[in-house]
């Protein structure tokens, strides 16, 4: 029989030790006993070994810069930035907790639609590499605060591509976007930054969508991202030093989904390199990738308590003390067209043989608030435990936690059994 995608994940990443999924070689039982519930426990080595993976495909190509919106937590900035990693922030709340994680202004790139004047003072003073300007006020603004501080502020120019993504779920280019400038406008948005002393113009930026699975799908936007870097360089009349590539690959969330083909990446870059080489006003710029996700998702495993165990005209309701106010996504509320279920297991009771359909839902008063729908799960009773895997991105600070007023989650951050409390529950 062909295994479950859960089957699948738990595989790859975990392990199973007699009737317990292990994360970072730690029983998720003790884990939860130690720790409490509801809690995102992420699994260092398995972000790392993502990394590294990507690291080695792009060998020769290009940079990576962890996409910080993923997921937050200085501890996770931190494991990233160890490997290696420069980052990408969209706020000075990201920017600070960058810092804090350790990582130097020059390692670090501000892209956003509405950054606001105080955010973009503070780090241009603090020596940010590049702020990556997405409207004109936006040029008007930092050419005037490089004036003001006496410097030419390093800038890319975020540009809306004309070809959508057709393999994101949730697109961001070839439609009207708020985000960066049509590339329709190129040539006026060009001159407008080379009319500005007081702006560095180093490069490019695309990002056409997120969750990309199909390899041929990202290496096209990435050509594309070439070809528009090619004509920016042209349009300035200088050599380009960044090309950033954006984020977006995907991560299997869903039966049927694969993994995205690194190895189809790594063939592909003599070809890239070629495109790059054959302008000489490419010929030493940097490409830099910035991955959330792929980076961060498949480490992360988010575990709940069952409160109640009850049958409503033949459906078994899980009532659990996480939801869609710590896991947003996985509820199906951030974005998704189609409600589907995460890849969902019941830790302690790995080696249960007979399931049937449950519904797991949290404890808000919302029909919102469920993590699967008639998924297949053990037995369980109050105090037992359920997980869901792939949650290591888009958790926790992409969620209302707000809402109805319940405890926030804690965060662990385990690797070859040591164990960091990030924040507890
Ligand atoms: C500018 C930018 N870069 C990177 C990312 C990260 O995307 P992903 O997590 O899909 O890699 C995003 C996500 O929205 C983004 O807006």
């Not at 790594?266 to 830099?288: G, S, W």
């Not at 991105?393 to 936690?401: E, I, L, N, V």
Request: aromatic content about 6%; charged content about 20%; some cysteine.
């Amino acid at each position: 029989m062909t295994p479950t995608l859960t089957e699948t994940l738990v595989q790859r990443h975990f392990s199973v030790s007699g009737a317990d999924l292990c994360v970072g070689g730690l029983p998720v039982r003790e884990l939860a006993a130690h720790h409490g519930t509801p809690l995102f426990i992420y699994d260092g080595g398995v972000m790392r070994a993502n990394y590294r993976a990507l690291k080695q495909a792009l060998q020769g190509f290009a940079h990576i810069h962890y996409s910080v919106k993923a997921n937050p937590a200085p501890a996770i900035i931190r494991l990233f930035a160890s490997e290696g990693a420069g980052v990408e922030i969209a706020s000075i709340g990201e920017y600070r907790a960058a810092r804090a994680a350790g990582v130097a202004p020059d390692r670090i790139l501000f892209a956003g639609p509405g950054k606001r004047v105080a955010e973009l003072e503070a780090v241009i003073a603090d020596g940010i590499d590049e702020v990556h300007v997405e409207s004109y006020e936006e040029i008007a603004r930092v050419a005037a605060i490089g004036a003001r501080v006496g410097l030419r502020v390093r800038m890319s120019i975020r540009v809306n591509p004309v070809a959508a993504a057709q393999g994101g779920a949730m697109r961001m280019g070839g439609k009207p976007a708020p985000f960066g400038f049509d590339e329709e406008d190129l040539s006026n948005v060009v001159a407008a930054v080379m009319a500005q002393d007081a702006l560095d113009l180093r490069g490019v930026h695309l990002f056409a969508g997120t969750q990309i699975l199909d390899v041929d799908v990202l290496l096209s936007q990435w050509r594309h991202a070439i070809d528009v870097a090619s004509r920016v360089a042209a349009l300035a009349g200088k050599p380009l030093h960044t090309i950033d590539l954006g984020g977006g690959l995907g991560i299997p969330y869903f039966q049927g989904e694969g993994t995205l083909d690194l190895a189809g990446i790594t063939k592909a870059v003599p070809d890239l390199q070629r495109l790059l080489r054959a302008d000489p006003l490419l010929a030493d710029a940097r490409p830099i990738v910035e991955p959330g996700r792929f980076l961060a998702g498949p480490g992360g495993v988010y575990v709940m308590a069952v409160n109640a165990s009850k049958l409503s005209r033949g459906t078994r309701f899980l009532v659990t003390d996480g939801g869609m106010h710590h896991h947003l996504a996985a509820s199906g509320n951030l974005g998704q067209i189609i409600k589907r279920d995460y890849p969902i297991v019941a830790p302690a009771r790995m080696d249960a043989r007979d399931t049937s359909p449950a519904t797991v839902v949290g404890p808000l008063c919302t029909p919102l608030d469920t993590l699967a729908r008639k998924t297949d799960l053990p037995d369980l009773a109050a105090d037992d435990l359920i997980a869901v895997l792939q949650s290591g991105a888009y958790g926790r600070t992409a969620s209302p936690s707000g809402f109805l007023s319940q405890p926030e989650a804690g965060e662990i951050l385990v690797e070859s059994g040591v164990v960091e409390v990030m924040s507890a529950a």
